[in-house]
């Protein structure tokens, strides 16, 4: 199998080879708390904000809600009178999963910086390395600094320690992402959360997804509300919620957030959102009303859609082993893969139906660098510069994916 593969792709199995040379981990089970009930999902709350995160499908109401909440401040913010004339576009960044390959959409979002023409984004989505730059993205280029460093000077050590030979019996993952959770804390601190809540404020909002495993339920976590609640704990729990969209699932724990529904407390289990969707922008029924003007031939607000895919979106050719393991990595990537795929395709049906101009940013041919282990910094860096050099010459996005 080739070196260069999506988000999560063989990872667990790279992770299990390098494990065999750790020492064996002790024989004791991870232990949980209790999990939320079938019945009582919708209760929990984590700091008890009440638009702190959506579970999809059953709070679409909340979070369309929260849409037309952030259009209000958003109007006011600018000093607009009516969206149709004097409005400026609404401009949306969806940025995906994709591991080390996060290099990618970090290289070009610093090189469309230099560049001149990057806008300033009223959404932004990330999912798993997606949700590491999603804020730096959503605060804009004079935080490009702080965005180049996570992705050009971290190291393997910096996101991961395996363990043990047995950790793939005895314990969560064969991994431990504690490095990781250092390097999220060591960039989002207190000033990046005053910028956070300040850009929701301002009507901006920015979403990071991951996946609840008890209930099986992707799960919308609304990082500028959180930012801007002032509670005590909001830094604490952003850095786990970027932690928890990033923990792919088998190489590295899951987190467990504790949280309570009425007077009782329970635990939630949450991983990389990936395992629901790997890059996500709008729900398609906040523009139902947008779509019915455009069939009756009437305007409708300006609206921009970037999406930065973290990996390749054509077939990726390999001589697969007639191995157990080589054939469930590779179909598990080719699932992956696929998965990636749809789902850009999804969005770009969504936005043109609703009249939104779509534009796709993906790891190319032209790029052929590889890597002999996850997080590799000599590969991040290239990718990164590749990237990087692609944007500030002016890149050029492509307006529906690649058939």
């Not at 990330?126 to 730096?136: C, H, I, R, Y």
């Not at 729900?283 to 455009?294: A, D, K, N, V, Y």
């Not at 469930?328 to 992956?336: D, K, L, N, V």
């Amino acid at each position: 199998m080739t070196a260069r593969m999506v988000a999560g792709r063989r990872m667990a199995l790279r992770l299990a080879s390098v494990g065999l040379a750790a020492p064996a981990v002790g024989c004791a089970l991870p232990e949980r708390g209790r999990a939320v009930p079938r019945g009582r999902v919708g209760e929990a709350t984590v700091l008890g904000i009440p638009n702190e995160r959506f579970l999809i499908p059953h709070d679409m109401p909340k979070l369309i809600a929260e849409y037309a909440s952030a259009f209000r401040r958003r109007q006011q913010h600018l000093g607009f009178r009516d969206p149709l004339v004097d409005a400026p576009p609404y401009r949306m960044l969806g940025v995906s999963g994709g591991g080390e390959d996060g290099a990618f959409g970090a290289g070009l979002l610093c090189g469309w910086s230099a560049q001149g023409t990057r806008p300033g984004f009223d959404l932004v989505t990330g999912v798993s390395t997606g949700a590491l730059t999603a804020p730096f993205a959503f605060l804009g280029p004079s935080w490009d600094g702080a965005l180049r460093s996570v992705y050009t000077d971290i190291t393997p050590d910096e996101v991961l320690r395996p363990r043990g030979i047995l950790a793939g019996l005895f314990d969560d993952a064969l991994a431990d992402n504690t490095p990781l959770f250092r390097t999220i804390a060591r960039h989002l601190d207190e000033r990046m959360l005053r910028a956070l809540a300040q850009g929701y404020a301002e009507g901006r909002l920015l979403f990071v997804g991951t996946a609840n495993l008890d209930a099986q339920l992707p799960c919308t976590w609304n990082i500028g509300a959180i930012a801007a609640s002032g509670h005590p704990d909001a830094l604490a729990l952003i850095r786990r919620v970027l932690l928890a969209s990033a923990a792919v699932p088998g190489a590295f724990p899951p987190v467990m957030m504790d949280v309570r529904a009425g007077a009782d407390t329970f635990h939630e289990m949450h991983v990389d959102g990936g395992a629901f969707t790997q890059v996500f922008l709008y729900p398609r029924s906040l523009t139902t009303g947008r779509r019915e003007r455009l069939r009756r031939g009437e305007r409708v607000p300006r609206a921009q859609a970037w999406i930065i895919r973290n990996g390749r979106l054509d077939a990726e050719w390999a001589e697969v082993d007639r191995r157990t393991l080589s054939i469930a990595g590779r179909a598990i990537s080719t699932m992956i893969a696929s998965s990636g795929y749809n789902d850009v395709v999804r969005i770009w049906n969504t936005t043109e139906r609703d009249g939104v101009d779509f534009n796709l940013a993906f790891i190319g041919r032209d790029f052929t660098g590889t890597y002999t282990q996850p997080f590799e910094q000599a590969y991040m860096r290239a990718l990164f510069e590749h990237a990087f050099e692609r944007a500030r010459r002016g890149y050029p996005w492509a307006k529906q994916p690649p058939v």
